[in-house]
């Protein structure tokens, strides 16, 4: 079964009235994928950002941060203007309200992408040199990104564009 279709199938049991929009705004298939795209740009700039940093002799904790930071700005960039681009108000304000909403919304998902990197790279810590690059360090951050995916992508739908409430709303 595809991922498509199960979300159609829990999508039709939702809306069976036991539920409310929140959730049914959740599965949304077509919000979904324009998160992950928007998530696959900023995972880019993440370990671009934070690989450059560690070359460049950076402490990795301290260089997986800063990348992570990186990604979140243009993620918010990206999601503001496309993903979530029906939702809330415009204007500069209320822009950097859910810039720093987002901000403190990813809190959980930057904790769970930063414990998923330390542990895999301090913890597993396999020696993996790719063209003269840490290449296990780009394997323990990508693998960090993952975790941090699901936790993102419901506390930002519900808490930096509150798609469960009208539009202008937020």
Do not use: C
């Amino acid at each position: 079964m595809s991922a498509r279709s199960l979300l159609a199938d829990l999508r039709a049991r939702l809306a069976s009235g036991r539920v409310t929009g929140r959730v049914l705004e959740l599965v949304s298939a077509v919000r979904f994928g324009q998160f992950a795209s928007v998530g696959v740009v900023g995972a880019l700039f993440d370990v671009t950002t934070a690989t450059a940093l560690r070359e460049l002799g950076v402490f990795p904790e301290i260089a997986v941060f800063v990348g992570i930071e990186v990604s979140v700005v243009v993620m918010f960039l990206l999601n503001d203007n496309w993903t979530f681009a029906e939702e809330g108000r415009g204007g500069l304000r209320p822009t950097l309200r859910r810039l720093l909403r987002s901000n403190l919304v990813r809190t959980g998902g930057i904790l769970v992408q930063l414990v998923t990197f330390r542990l895999l790279y301090r913890v597993v810590a396999v020696d993996l040199a790719v063209a003269g690059l840490d290449g296990w360090f780009v394997v323990s951050k990508v693998a960090g990104i993952g975790a941090g995916l699901l936790v993102n992508y419901v506390a930002e739908s519900l808490l930096t564009w509150r798609v469960h409430t009208g539009p202008g709303d937020g």
